[in-house]
C-alpha cells in the first residue's frame, strides 16, 4: 500500500530555516508530490508541488531526493504566520482525479 | 473571481435530519472534490467529481450523496444526520490539466449533529 510519512511535529525559531521532510518510498515515477498547510481554522492551501527537480517559488522550495523515495519542504525564513500543519501529498496514481489523500501532516511550531 | 465559496459556514442538525452543503466555484475547474476534517485529523476525501454528470466514492462516502449537474456547483447531501458526521466539511476544485496543478479550497462548514 502507498505510505507516506511525516514527523508528528516540529518546533522552529522566528526567522530560521524550517526542513519539513517526508517520506514516499512507494511513490511512481509518473506521482507529482505536493505540499498543503492549512493554518488554524482555514482551510488547507496550496504551497508548492514538483515531480523530479527541485522548485522553488515565493512561499518555499522543494527539494526531492535523486530516487524519489523523499523530499523536504523548505521555509528558508519562518515566521509565526507559518505555524501550521503541513501536509505532503504524492498523487499515488491519482493524476487524473484530482484526488489528494491527506495523512497526519507536521504540526509546525514557530517561537518568537 | 471569488475562488470555491461554501454555505452555510455552520450548521447544527439533529440525527436524522437531512441537509445540503453547498459548494460553487467560478474558475471553470473541472475536477472538484469534499472532505471531512475532524478534530486533530487530517482531511478525508468523501467524494469527487470529473466532470459535470461524472462523480465518484472516496474514502468515506457511506452517509453522503453528491450530485454535478453543473460545472459551477458540487452539493453534498446528507441523508440523515449523525453525530458521527459532525465535522468541518471542505469543497476543493482544481483544473483537469497537469497533474501538478494546485487545489484550490472553500473556508468550511462547520457542522454540528446532535
Known amino acids: 500500500d502507498a505510505k507516506t510519512t511525516q514527523p508528528n511535529s516540529m518546533e522552529s525559531n522566528e526567522e530560521e530555516p524550517v526542513h519539513l521532510p517526508c517520506n514516499h518510498s512507494t511513490i511512481s515515477g509518473t506521482d507529482y508530490i505536493h505540499w498543503y498547510r492549512q493554518l488554524p481554522s482555514q482551510g488547507p492551501e496550496y504551497v508548492i508541488h514538483?515531480?523530479?527537480s527541485n522548485v522553488n517559488n515565493r512561499m518555499a522550495s522543494l527539494a526531492i531526493a535523486e530516487d524519489r523515495k523523499s523530499s523536504t519542504l523548505i521555509l528558508h525564513r519562518a515566521t509565526l504566520r507559518d505555524a501550521a500543519v503541513y501536509y505532503c501529498i504524492p498523487n499515488y496514481g491519482s493524476s487524473n482525479t484530482g484526488k489528494l489523500i491527506f495523512g497526519q501532516g507536521t504540526t509546525l511550531q514557530v517561537k518568537p | 473571481n471569488a475562488g470555491v465559496t461554501q454555505t452555510p459556514k455552520f450548521q447544527v442538525l439533529k440525527t436524522g435530519q437531512s441537509m445540503t452543503l453547498q459548494c460553487a466555484q467560478d474558475m471553470n475547474h473541472e475536477y472538484m472534490s469534499w472532505y471531512r476534517q475532524d478534530p486533530g485529523m487530517g482531511l478525508r476525501l468523501i467524494h469527487y467529481?470529473?466532470?459535470?454528470?461524472?462523480?465518484d466514492q472516496g474514502e468515506v462516502p457511506n452517509g453522503y450523496n453528491v450530485s454535478r449537474s453543473t460545472t459551477e456547483d458540487f452539493p453534498l447531501r446528507l441523508l440523515s444526520a449523525a453525530p458521527s458526521q459532525t465535522s468541518v466539511y471542505f469543497c476543493a476544485s482544481r483544473t483537469s490539466g497537469p497533474s501538478g496543478d494546485t487545489q484550490y479550497f472553500g473556508p468550511g462548514t462547520r457542522l454540528t449533529v446532535l
Open positions: 467529481s470529473v466532470g459535470a454528470g461524472i462523480t
Open positions: 514538483g515531480l523530479t
